[in-house]
């Protein structure tokens, strides 16, 4: 069964750092990893998807990479604001049939 | 565009009664997904279905049913609700493999 691993669970970082979120799954054998944003009450939003074949993808203030072999992804967030005060979530996607297995979140709070 | 919808958003039952939620989506998607989520768990899937008129079980599916009778509709039903079953429930769906899933908003349901 894959086990998607995400620490720390909680952080607080002052305004403008970066941020270093890390996401490790247990079997290489995946299909693609993503990474949602979730705000509270609401559903999850999705930020960048990596399929198995590449390194990383970037998106504005955002870049993900993905390690296949080490089984680990790192989310980097640059110069953090209030505004991405958030849970954040790491999926993996199996070959077949794209279900995802899911990290338990690292909720970020950006300290003005 | 409404993107995928859920109903209703929130949902109190007593233990043995049923009801049924349901997701829509507008994307012309094949597929589908049911998660729940729980403090301290993470997002975990029910149910979902490859395309029209199928369904499989996912890695907690006792309790409920689906089905899948128009592509942009996927219903999940809980026959006899118990309080084990109050959680946020997230539906979300997606082109085939390799593509990203897009969540609704969730539904909070409690059961007393």
């Known amino acids: 069964k894959q086990e998607v691993t995400q620490i720390p669970a909680a952080l607080s970082v002052p305004e403008g750092e970066n941020l270093v979120l890390n996401c490790s799954f247990t079997?290489?054998?995946?299909?693609?990893l993503q990474w949602f944003r979730q705000d509270p009450g609401k559903g999850l939003t999705s930020l960048l998807l990596?399929?198995?074949?590449?390194r990383e993808q970037t998106s504005g203030r955002l870049n993900a990479s993905l390690d296949k072999s080490s089984g680990r992804s790192t989310l980097y967030i640059a110069a953090s604001q209030p505004g991405d005060s958030a849970t954040y979530l790491c999926a993996v996607s199996y070959y077949g049939n794209n279900r995802l297995a899911f990290g338990k979140g690292n909720q970020v709070v950006v300290i003005p | 565009n409404a993107g995928v919808t859920q109903t209703p958003k929130f949902r109190v039952l007593k233990t043995g009664q049923s009801m049924t939620l349901l997701c829509a989506q507008d994307m012309n998607h094949e597929y589908m997904y049911w998660y729940r989520q729980d403090p301290g768990m993470g997002l975990r899937l029910i149910h979902y279905?490859?395309?029209?008129?199928?369904?499989a079980k996912g890695e907690v599916p006792d309790g409920y049913n689906v089905s899948r009778l128009k592509k942009q509709n996927f219903l999940l039903g809980l026959e006899s609700a118990a309080p084990s079953q109050t959680s946020v429930y997230f539906c979300a769906s997606s082109y085939p493999v390799g593509d990203t899933q897009y969540f609704g908003p969730g539904t909070r349901l409690t059961v007393l």
């Open positions: 990596i399929q198995s074949s590449q």
């Open positions: 279905s490859v395309g029209e008129g199928t369904t």
């Open positions: 079997d290489s054998a995946i299909y693609n």
